[in-house]
């Protein structure tokens, strides 16, 4: 689940005269809460990492200069074509792209970046920002204006005695709990993939507020339970939150053996998943009687 306080920005990679200016704009960004996302050095290296880097990012950033560099491309026609192709592929309403411009690069550019400007400023999308802002802090302003000004989805979370989250991995097992309990109880389940790309903590938290107790569970998946935990228990209020949070590891893996989260209005529990459903109606009977 991705940490939606904070804006995963891809920085792309720029002509040579543009290093100094994307070097202080880096700083300025890391310094404004964002975490900065650059693409390696090197051509080959560049085309195999990119991908990677945009899926994990909300945003793109790139800084066009006055030269246009055909080896790096990104400030260049790669723009257009690798770069767009892979944005189409995902939530264009989500997924904002930058194109800083400062007015300091605006002069003097060489015959292929004014065609390659003039293309970006007449085929801009909705989901385009063309900017020529003369100050990195003013462009980062904006940019944090536009990203967090989205407009939140609503998930229609439904009122349920048991929210059921559990990693894809787990899937299986996962449906076999959800199974029994939907039989005795209001149930609402999640699978988390997080090989998608999808952001689920809005999902999740307006979801949670809706539930008597929630469950995480995790079998092959104990690296990501504990960490995924304890973002949601800050993210929903930690002690306050209206929603009782247990994680339950399943001790058919003998590689779970403890559980190392302790915090007010959680409790965790390593036992077998025929048990679990009985653990959790026990959790959700006790909390009703308080």
């Known amino acids: 689940m ?23 704009l880096r700083r300025i960004m890391e310094k404004a809460g964002m975490d900065v996302l650059c693409p390696p050095d090197g051509s080959v290296a560049l085309k195999s990492g990119r991908g990677e880097l945009l899926r994990m990012s909300n945003c ?5 200069g006055k030269e246009h560099d055909a080896v790096l491309g990104e400030s260049a026609s790669e723009f257009d074509f690798e770069q767009i ?8 309403s989500e997924f904002r792209i930058f194109v800083w411009q400062p007015d300091s690069l605006m002069h003097e550019l060489d015959t292929k970046q004014q065609l390659f400007v003039r ?19 003013m462009f980062v302003e904006d940019m944090r204006t536009v990203m967090y000004s989205r407009k939140k989805k609503n998930y229609d979370a439904k009122e349920t005695d048991v929210f059921l989250i559990y990693n894809a991995i787990d ?19 999640l699978g988390l993939d997080q090989g998608a790309n999808t ?10 507020l809706k539930a008597k107790v929630t469950v995480i ?8 339970a504990l960490p995924f935990t304890k973002q949601v228990w800050r993210a929903t209020g930690g002690a306050s939150s209206p929603s009782h949070l ?11 053996k403890e559980l190392d989260f302790v915090a007010p209005n959680v409790s965790g529990l390593i036992l077998s998943r025929d048990l679990m459903p009985l653990e959790i109606k026990v959790m959700f009977d006790k909390l009703n009687s308080i």
């Open 2 to 24: 991705r940490n939606l306080n904070k804006i995963q920005v891809y920085l792309s990679n720029s002509s040579p005269d543009t290093l100094v200016t994307r070097e202080r």
């Open 60 to 64: 793109s950033v790139h800084l066009i």
């Open 85 to 92: 192709h892979v944005m189409k592929q995902r939530d264009m």
């Open 119 to 137: 293309n970006i400023q007449q085929n801009l999308s909705e989901n385009m920002v063309f900017s020529t802002q003369k100050s990195p802090v």
């Open 171 to 189: 899937e299986t097992s996962g449906q076999e709990i959800f199974s029994i309990l939907g039989d005795i109880m209001r149930v609402e389940v």
């Open 199 to 208: 952001d689920y903590e809005d999902l999740v938290k307006e979801q949670i």
């Open 217 to 224: 569970y995790f079998d092959k998946t104990a690296d990501w």
């Open 246 to 256: 247990m994680w339950l590891g399943d001790s058919a893996n003998s590689q779970i």
